[in-house]
């Protein structure tokens, strides 16, 4: 079993920074691929960036790209998701999540996920 926990929500501003960050048990995290995705209300989970277990691998969303950052400490087993220049319609609640399965940006390909954290941006 895998549990994972994200913190580092809130609200802030269109055009400032947050960091996300998800630590993870129970499982060898070093060698788990790991995502982030994000929901508001009435949409389907989006997928936002993934990271392979190697760290230098990456993928992003097109609406993300270029503003976020995910990146991972295997030795603290957490993950993070820079984010910056954020705008309004970033506005979601966040997740990590595991699978087996890297770059995967369907949802359907995690396994296991946090409880969420909410990031608002106010224009």
């Known amino acids: 079993q895998v549990q994972l926990v994200e913190s580092g929500g809130g609200l802030v501003q269109a055009g400032g920074s947050l960091r996300l960050s998800c630590v993870a048990s129970?499982?060898?995290?070093?060698?788990?691929?790991m995502g982030w995705f994000r929901q508001v209300p009435g949409k389907e989970r989006e997928f936002v960036a993934a990271i392979a277990w190697t760290r230098t691998i990456t993928d992003y969303s097109d609406s993300v790209k270029g503003r976020f950052t995910i990146s991972r400490d295997n030795a603290k087993n957490t993950v993070y998701l820079q984010m910056s220049s954020l705008k309004p319609e970033d506005t979601a609640v966040y997740y990590c999540a595991t699978g087996s399965y890297s770059r995967a940006t369907s949802p359907r390909m995690y396994d296991y996920w946090g409880q969420g954290t909410q990031v608002t941006v106010s224009s």
């Open positions: 129970g499982r060898t995290f070093s060698t788990q691929p």
